[in-house]
């Protein structure tokens, strides 16, 4: 079994490690617990539902076994609807949210939790890279991918290889702005997964300002960041691309025709702001690539 997803299943109380114990979990990607409701697992992106209804007790004992790891990054980040522990291993939370002036101080009265462990699919973006990078230039990339396809595995990867320098040994400098923390999993700032070793980091960093940021003070060659979707965020690739900085992002999407309806591809195309967009399959297996589409050709590239 994976360590990092054992190591994880102690935060549990037994009558639920004896349950997931059952199942052949070596390839666990979620467990869902709500209270009062029975327990999910994602197994391969194959939902499994156990044969064990939640308690709130139950919620208690993980919170407190999980706070335990790091109280400083349970206080600080359970206002954002989630905590990364170490090891990348990341926990979404829900119940009662604590509003003072407008804002969000904390969660109290948790209901659900959903555990995602962090996990790593090196080298699955080698077959795509020399699309990337062409003739030592990187290329502007869009990822296209309906939810849970790979996108997010897809940049973490595809972050490393550009840092690292990917067979010509011509590492960059990047700057990953990861909104969410799920591309690099910082754990007290430390990347938790592989993004290179040319790769700064600004964690929990809402892009549009993260991008500007990371041109300002870090002079990146490329900037990778996760989901764009708003004109903040385009606006912001816009002043990188205008400071000689690369972009490779994300996007949801059915396919290449549904991105085509979206604002941001007006925009970007009035732009010229992307040479690449990898199209992902809607697949049980993460990062499978369907095919990629040149802008500056108008055509379809397979692999």
Known sequence: MNNNIL????????????????YNIHNLEEVRIRVNKPVYIFESGIEK????????EDLKVI????????????????R???ITLKGGNRVGICGRCVVENGKIRTIKDI????????????????????HILEDKVVNNTIIISPPKCGKTTMLRDIAKNISNGFKDGLGRNVSLIDERNEIASCYMGIPQLDVGI????LESCPKAQGIVMAVRSMAPEVIICDEIGSEEDLSSIIF???SGVKIITSIHGENL?????????????EHSIFKKAIILKNSVKKGVVDYIWDFSKNKKVYL
């Open 7 to 22: 190591d994880f299943l102690k935060v549990f109380p037994s009558n639920i490690i004896f349950h997931l114990e059952r």
């Open 49 to 56: 539902k156990i044969p064990y209804t939640s308690t709130l």
């Open 63 to 78: 919170f407190t076994r999980m706070s335990n790891f790091s109280a400083y990054a349970f206080e600080e980040n359970i």
């Open 80 to 82: 954002c609807g989630y």
């Open 111 to 130: 209901s659900s939790i959903n555990i995602r462990f962090a996990k790593e699919a090196l080298g699955c973006s080698d077959d795509v890279m020399e």
């Open 198 to 201: 040319r790769t700064d980091v």
């Open 240 to 242: 990188a691309m205008n």
């Open 257 to 269: 025709e549904d991105f085509y309806d979206k604002y941001i591809y007006k925009k970007s195309k």
